[in-house]
Protein backbone atom coordinates (compact mmCIF):
# COMPACT_ATOMS: atom_id res chain seq x y z
CA UNK A 1 0.00 0.00 0.00
CA UNK A 2 0.92 3.73 -0.58
CA UNK A 3 1.92 5.96 2.32
CA UNK A 4 -1.54 8.15 1.14
CA UNK A 5 -3.98 4.90 1.49
CA UNK A 6 -2.25 3.85 4.98
CA UNK A 7 -2.65 7.61 6.18
CA UNK A 8 -6.56 7.98 4.87
CA UNK A 9 -6.63 4.58 7.03
CA UNK A 10 -5.37 6.25 9.99
CA UNK A 11 -7.90 8.99 9.87
CA UNK A 12 -10.70 6.16 9.66
CA UNK A 13 -9.32 4.38 12.74
CA UNK A 14 -9.38 7.61 14.15
CA UNK A 15 -13.18 7.96 13.61
CA UNK A 16 -14.13 5.14 14.59
CA UNK A 17 -12.35 5.03 17.44
CA UNK A 18 -14.71 8.72 18.25
CA UNK A 19 -17.61 6.61 17.44
CA UNK A 20 -16.64 4.04 19.66
CA UNK A 21 -15.68 6.28 22.60
CA UNK A 22 -19.82 7.88 22.12
CA UNK A 23 -20.90 4.21 21.99
CA UNK A 24 -19.60 4.28 25.55
CA UNK A 25 -20.55 6.79 27.18
CA UNK A 26 -24.30 6.25 25.84
CA UNK A 27 -23.64 2.71 27.27
CA UNK A 28 -22.70 4.71 30.61
CA UNK A 29 -25.94 6.93 30.69
CA UNK A 30 -28.16 3.95 30.09
CA UNK A 31 -26.25 2.07 33.52
CA UNK A 32 -27.33 5.41 35.43
CA UNK A 33 -31.21 4.77 34.24
CA UNK A 34 -30.81 1.10 35.36
CA UNK A 35 -30.77 1.82 39.09
CA UNK A 36 -31.80 -1.60 40.20
CA UNK A 37 -29.31 -4.15 38.61
CA UNK A 38 -31.68 -7.86 39.60
CA UNK A 39 -34.34 -5.89 38.13
CA UNK A 40 -32.63 -5.25 34.68
CA UNK A 41 -30.14 -7.99 34.92
CA UNK A 42 -30.56 -8.91 31.32
CA UNK A 43 -29.76 -5.28 30.16
CA UNK A 44 -26.88 -4.62 32.44
CA UNK A 45 -25.18 -8.26 31.59
CA UNK A 46 -26.03 -7.07 27.62
CA UNK A 47 -24.46 -3.71 28.55
CA UNK A 48 -21.18 -4.64 29.91
CA UNK A 49 -20.75 -7.46 27.05
CA UNK A 50 -21.30 -4.62 24.93
CA UNK A 51 -18.97 -2.41 26.48
CA UNK A 52 -16.73 -4.99 26.62
CA UNK A 53 -16.55 -5.49 22.78
CA UNK A 54 -16.19 -2.19 22.24
CA UNK A 55 -12.92 -1.45 24.35
CA UNK A 56 -11.64 -4.56 22.21
CA UNK A 57 -12.17 -2.48 19.20
CA UNK A 58 -10.99 0.71 20.29
CA UNK A 59 -8.04 -0.89 21.41
CA UNK A 60 -7.35 -2.87 18.09
CA UNK A 61 -8.05 0.26 15.95
CA UNK A 62 -5.43 2.05 18.55
CA UNK A 63 -2.85 -0.67 17.71
CA UNK A 64 -3.63 -0.79 13.89
CA UNK A 65 -3.01 3.49 13.90
CA UNK A 66 0.30 2.85 16.48
CA UNK A 67 1.25 0.87 14.09
CA UNK A 68 0.64 3.01 10.49
CA UNK A 69 2.19 5.50 12.12
CA UNK A 70 5.40 3.99 13.20
CA UNK A 71 5.93 1.99 9.53
CA UNK A 72 5.03 5.71 7.92
CA UNK A 73 7.57 7.61 10.48
CA UNK A 74 10.28 4.57 9.13
CA UNK A 75 9.78 4.71 6.17
CA UNK A 76 10.54 8.70 5.38
Given at each position: M?????QEWEA???FLQEIIGKK???IEMLD???LDPI???DD?????TLRDQLGV????LSR?????????KDSK
Open positions: DKETLCFGETEDLYEHACAFYDAREAASCTIRKYL
